[in-house]
């Protein structure tokens, strides 16, 4: 090997410039995906522009940071399960390391014929290309366990489709084409006495690809043979990294998640909002329908959501309504969205306002309203997901349409709605009773005596459930003992309204939500205990969006302190 290349000649057996002719090949890849991602984006464009966007400088740095330790480390990948995840894992490193290895190389080329330098990575060729064939066993490796996990263990989460397949075979087709190719060109020159880059040594750092080129050697292949093998192998490698990109642009399918989910971790809402926020309806006067019945109703990041789904499946394994044989599937509602979004999209790009109506409906026709109601809206499938997708927002809208718009609701659930607005709680019965937890008690309500350390929350269901009141009037013995000057709302204290926004009536939420902070702020309520977690949760990171800003402590966090 002639003593100022430290790796493989570039070009070898290629040419220049016929072997420039690959960039072209990598502008079409390039031009595919942006093309796709081009148009795509006029479908995410239909939908409201997404209010939770607030600083783009947090935003671009918690961006980053997750997706270091989301995606490039694989935290929520291998959280629950370890075998997909580092299946994944090799899959994602393996292409990432391949693509750095290719970059270097058309610098180093290019640099070096055209500017005369020579980059550092020159010096250690030999030893990235140990890095490079190490980056290639992981592909293989991660491609195998996918197929062995989707065709031999298949999961019922799974749900395999042909382009899966497609994806799978052109993958591995990319990755031992490129060992083998390099595997010829190893042993027609490294291998090969005769050969003016014969150098055994040199070999070694690409161990896989030298087992295979003293397998291909030991087969008897002439020189010319394997310099023939390695042009073909050369120019189908290069057609197959093309026919991939082309394919993944055109089906908009499994592999375009790499370039469309870093956008939506970018986008997600738990950066400005807090996880357990619901988005409120802020325009309640003057918008023209109520939650969603069409992607036009959704925000562009929801319908970004829907073309970052994978299909993989870790929401729905989370879900505790579909693990106890309720319709819901997070995964499937996500598909199903997005089917309806590809099928409604070009209509109301080409015909705007004046597009007809959807052959067959989102709700009722795509997703039906019994999905919806399973919901438990726990944030389980969020928590699972990789990609950031956030599903609850997206079933609240079409709950508040259902709700709102048509008064399709579950009877349980209109019961429910019924007497928060006649009683001011979600339970039977009537809102006299609210106090009876208090007898013996001698708690203090908030018009008795004003002055207070803190205000215990009862809630609904420790002030009108026999096994809650218990609860409250335990809490309000460990405050006595701890000599805590608590008080209580007593009559006054309705419900946070939470169930009435969980099931969709954002109306009747925001009233009674509006009227419980103007009661606090005017007793002068600076720091709330709860017992309910709900309570908790809506107090806590609800109530700030209509200007409740309140200390809210749970009561296993305030026991615990007083310990």
Known sequence: MPPELNGRLDFWNIGYPLGALVYFTALISVMAIAWALWNRSKYW????????????????????????????????????????????????????????????????????????????????????????????????????????????????????????????????????SGFVLQSFRMAATELEPSSELYSVESSYWSPFSYVIALGIRGFGFSVQAMESSHFILWWGHAALMTLTFVYAAWRFGPLMHIFVSPINLLLRSSVVRPKGALRPILNMDTIEVFGARDITDLTSKQLLDFDSCTNCGRCQDQCPAWRSGKPLSPRALIQDAKSYMVERAPLLIRDGKDAPPPDVNLIGGFISPEVLWSCTSCRACMEACPVSIEHIDTIIDMRRYLTMEEASVPQTAMDALNSMEQRGHPWRGTQSTRIDWMEGTGSVTMAEDPEHEILLWIGCTSALDGRGQQVAKAMASVLKLADIKYRVLGMEENCTGDPARRLGNEYLYQIMAEQNIEILNNYGVRKILTLCPHCFNTIKNEYPQFGGIFEVVHYTEYVAELL
Do not use: C
């Open 45 to 176: 464009q239909l939908g409201r522009p997404n209010p939770d966007v607030g600083s783009w400088k947090i935003r671009i740095k918690v961006g980053l940071r997750t997706l270091l330790i989301d995606s490039a480390g694989h935290r929520k990948f291998v959280k629950h399960e370890t075998y997909p995840g580092l299946m994944h894992f090799l899959i994602v490193w393996g292409l990432l390391l391949l693509f750095v290895a290719t970059t270097i190389d058309a610098f180093e080329f290019n640099t070096e014929k055209y500017l005369g330098w020579h980059l550092p990575t020159r010096e250690i060729s030999l030893q990235l290309e140990l890095i490079w064939d190490i980056a290639g066993l992981m592909l293989i490796a991660g491609i195998g366990m996918a197929a062995y996990r989707r065709y031999v263990i298949r999961p019922d989460r799974l749900n395999t489709m042909l382009e899966n397949s497609v994806l799978l075979i052109l993958l591995f087709g990319q990755a031992m």
